[in-house]
């Protein structure tokens, strides 16, 4: 988001007012209609070859959906919803106000920001929001891989209470896999602003509002698939990491490369892509979501809480 060119500079905590509503309402809608994608792309990825003569074992996403129908119930889809959900308006919030801040930081006094100037802060957007939400994503891949139904399924915060008394709060407890929690933020982020931002730039905006909307629709997509697509190995590391461990007791990922390293060797590349399709499918018209739900909700409070001569809204 480019922040707004007013000939009277709008107070922080109002900026900081404006993308907390913003980015929580585009989060928390974006949450509720992609979620299940997202529990179907951690699935596929804690599974590993030892458990495939279970009924339980997914072949695709599909099969995901459909075994999860029949062992779960259609409610199966959303397990592991209350955290993201809980994190989301202050993860956008600091996702959208730090690039901001970290753009300024990048422009190094000129004042034109470039593709790298978006690249850097995309990264350092990336970075910060991950120490924010590695708490949520292990409670919420806790829940995610819990295959249970109705009662035997533990609640958020039970789950959490579980983590805490069995392995505290640190890189074995609530923060386990923050390292490939940075890696996939960091890599995500890093090219999902500077596409966005960069192609955006080379593209005029159409006078047509529809055509605006599909121009800002289909550069939001490519980016979120773009970004996706790159860090998929650092997100199938965090899942090894933060989910159950295929032996109870011993502890077979503990870092981010040699989790890399291991499904490498033993599962094959191909292995480091798992859940590659509902990653994409709910990260490249997520990702467009997230931007025009964030633009035109910021729009709408810029326009009906419009500071004094202020201009129109730049760029986002």
């Given at each position: ?5 007013m000939t009277?500079?709008r107070p922080?905590?109002k900026?900081?007012t404006?993308q907390?509503?913003?980015g ?5 809608i974006e949450?509720?209609i992609?979620?299940p994608?997202?529990?179907?792309k951690t699935r596929?990825?804690i ?11 997914y ?5 995901a959906f459909r075994?999860?129908y ?11 919803i209350?955290?993201?959900i809980?994190?989301e308006?202050?993860k956008r919030?600091?996702?959208?106000f730090s690039f901001?801040?970290y753009k300024k930081?990048?422009?190094?006094g ?5 593709p790298?100037t978006?690249?850097?802060?995309g990264?350092?957007?990336?970075i910060t929001?991950a120490?924010l939400v ?5 409670v919420k891949v806790?829940?995610q ?5 109705g009662k035997e399924?533990p609640?958020?915060w039970?789950m959490?209470?579980q ?5 505290g709060?640190g ?7 923050l390292t ?5 933020n960091?890599v ?6 500077s596409f ?11 006078s047509d ?6 121009r800002?629709l289909?550069i ?13 190995p650092?997100?199938?590391a965090?899942s ?5 461990q295929?032996?109870?007791g011993?502890i077979k990922?503990f ?12 599962e094959?590349?191909?292995a480091?892509?798992k ?10 018209p997520g990702?467009?979501?997230?931007l025009?739900?964030?633009?035109y909700?910021?729009?709408y ?10 201009k ?5």
């Amino acid at each position: 988001m480019s922040a707004p060119t007013m000939t009277k500079k709008r107070p922080v905590w109002k900026e900081a007012t404006f993308q907390i509503f913003s980015g929580g309402s585009a989060g928390f809608i974006e949450v509720c209609i992609m979620h299940p994608l997202d529990l179907i792309k951690t699935r596929l990825q804690i599974q590993s070859g030892v458990n495939r003569n279970d009924p339980k074992y997914y072949t695709g996403v599909f099969d995901a959906f459909r075994k999860m129908y029949k062992h779960e119930g259609i409610t199966s889809y959303w397990k592991g919803i209350v955290p993201p959900i809980l994190v989301e308006t202050p993860k956008r919030a600091l996702k959208f106000f730090s690039f901001e801040q970290y753009k300024k930081l990048f422009m190094f006094g000129s004042p034109v920001a470039t593709p790298i100037t978006f690249t850097l802060a995309g990264a350092g957007a990336g970075i910060t929001e991950a120490i924010l939400v590695n708490p949520f994503e292990v409670v919420k891949v806790a829940l995610q891989a819990n295959k249970k139904t109705g009662k035997e399924v533990p609640s958020t915060w039970n789950m959490t209470r579980q983590i805490i008394n069995r392995d505290g709060f640190g890189g074995k407890g609530l923060n386990k896999g923050l390292t490939a929690t940075i890696g996939r933020n960091g890599v995500f982020n890093t090219i999902y602003f500077s596409f966005y931002h960069s192609v955006k730039g080379f593209y005029p905006p159409f006078s047509d509002p529809r055509l605006e909307f599909l121009r800002k629709l289909g550069i939001g997509f490519v980016s979120g698939t773009l970004a996706s697509l790159a860090n998929i190995p650092f997100d199938v590391a965090k899942s090894r990491i933060q989910g159950p461990q295929p032996i109870v007791g011993s502890i077979k990922y503990f870092g981010t490369f040699q989790a890399i390293t291991l499904v490498y060797k033993e599962e094959g590349f191909f292995a480091l892509y798992k859940g590659t399709i509902p990653k994409i499918m709910r990260l490249g018209p997520g990702g467009a979501i997230m931007l025009l739900l964030y633009e035109y909700v910021y729009e709408y409070l810029d326009k009906t809480f419009p500071e004094n001569n202020s201009k129109e809204l730049g760029s986002i």
